[in-house]
């Protein structure tokens, strides 16, 4: 079993930047790919980064060229570094972990979720 623990969300204005935290329990997390997810009100949830044990990330078309993901797994932990943040990023951001690999850009493929933090960005 997995635990994923999210820190970092807040309240930003338009044009600011955040940097989330997902803490994950367990031996054997350099070996499962890590992604960022997040939903807004009445949305789904949809992808916004991806990174694989080797380093490999991947990025929604909406956060490229903006966001980073990345790890560091002596700490067991991943980062998401937003920038340029906009009202329509506003959203619950989870952390999710896939010791099975499958679609990155698929909630379905992930196993453990963190229980989500809060970004708002005002306009």
């Known amino acids: 079993q997995v635990q994923l623990v999210e820190s970092g969300g807040g309240l930003v204005q338009t044009g600011g930047s955040l940097r989330l935290s997902c803490t994950a329990s367990?031996?054997?997390?350099?070996?499962?790919?890590m992604g960022w997810f997040r939903q807004a009100p009445g949305k789904e949830r949809e992808i916004v980064a991806a990174i694989w044990s080797a380093g490999t990330t991947a990025f929604a078309s909406s956060v490229k060229g903006r966001f980073t993901i990345s790890r560091d797994n002596a700490k067991n932990t991943v980062y998401l570094q937003m920038n340029s943040l906009k009202p329509e990023d506003t959203a619950v951001y989870y952390c999710?972990?896939?010791?099975?690999?499958?679609?990155?850009?698929?909630?379905?493929?992930?196993?453990?979720w963190g229980q989500g933090t809060q970004v708002t960005v005002s306009s």
């Open positions: 367990g031996r054997t997390f350099s070996t499962y790919r």
């Open positions: 999710a972990a896939a010791p099975n690999g499958g679609n990155w850009g698929s909630p379905a493929a992930y196993n453990y």
